[in-house]
Every structure is written in C-alpha cells, then in structure tokens.
C-alpha cells in the first residue's frame, strides 16, 4: 500500500499537469455559468473575412459541430475546405474573459472568437486571425453568421 502512495501522486500529478496545459476544452469555476454550453454553436454559418496584414478579403461557408467539450470548424472558402479544432479558452483576463478558440493543424492558423446572440438567439461569431510565429502588421478578421433562420431554397444555407 505505501508503494501504490507515490506512484498515484506522481500519476495525478502528470494527468494535472496535462489537464492544465490543455488551452482548449470546457472551462470550469464561475465563468462556467455566464457561457452558453458548446451545443449552442452548432450549425451552419455564412463567413466573411479579410486575410492578415491587409490581405484580401473572402467569404464562404462554415459548419460547426460538438462532441463534448471538443468544437470542430470547418470553412469551406472558394472549393477549399479548412479544419480547425477547439473550444472554450480562459484569457489572462482580470474578469476572467473567455473566447472560443480554433485552431488549424494544416497551416497554425489561429481563430479567437468572440460571441454574441442575433435577434433570432442564435450565435454569431467575430474572430480574430492569426498564425502561431507569425509577426502580423495586423490580424485577420472573420465573422460567422448563423442561416438557421434563412429559407431552404436559400443558396447558401447549408454547409454542404
């Protein structure tokens, strides 16, 4: 028994360390409370977005999905399709602010977003770009908007 006594502290200590050095996931404590679960995001977007440092402006389509704590991003901008991964991310904020932030393997784009509500209480997202290691004269900017409330036959309204 006192063998097992070092061994689960040093296990709990690891999987601490691994839980804290997480930068996306569900974030506990009081903020909890004020954010809307990450279900409330799911659904189809239409995007529009200016690329960093002044570069040219784009739109598209966007789709977000739940499993868990864990969001998944896709953009679909001209015929090209970009994954990013995330989820809830508490900023070194004296009130303790929160964004939702994407990340993409492909190329280290990185996606923080703010949130809002439209009339229709569903999400609308405004985000800023940037590359992890990248020195920008100025992020990029993308905002998603929700076609839940569009029409069917609207061109555009789903992601696929």
């Given at each position: 028994m006192d ?6 502290l040093?296990?709990l200590l690891?999987?601490n ?10 974030i506990?404590g ?13 659904g ?10 002044g570069?040219?402006?784009y739109?598209?389509r966007?789709r977000?999905e ?8 896709r ?8 994954v ?6 508490l900023l ?10 994407f ?19 569903y ?15 100025e ?19 789903r992601?696929?």
């Open positions: 063998v097992l006594r070092p061994v689960s040093v296990l690891a999987l360390g691994q839980a804290l050095a997480q930068e996306t996931g569900c506990d009081e903020i909890t409370a004020k954010l809307p679960p990450p279900g409330f995001f799911d189809d977007y239409a995007l529009i977005g200016r690329a960093p440092d570069g040219a402006a739109h598209g966007a977000i739940t499993d868990g704590c864990a969001m998944t991003l953009r679909r901008i001209v015929d090209r399709e970009r990013a991964t995330g989820g809830w991310k070194d904020h004296p009130q303790g602010a929160a964004v939702l932030e990340r993409e393997a492909e190329d280290g784009t990185i996606l923080n977003c703010l949130f809002d509500a439209d009339l229709g209480n999400p609308r997202l405004t985000c800023m770009r940037t590359a992890i290691g990248v020195a920008h004269s992020p990029g900017l993308e905002a998603l908007f929700p076609t839940a409330s569009w029409p069917d036959t609207a061109p555009g309204k992601y696929d």
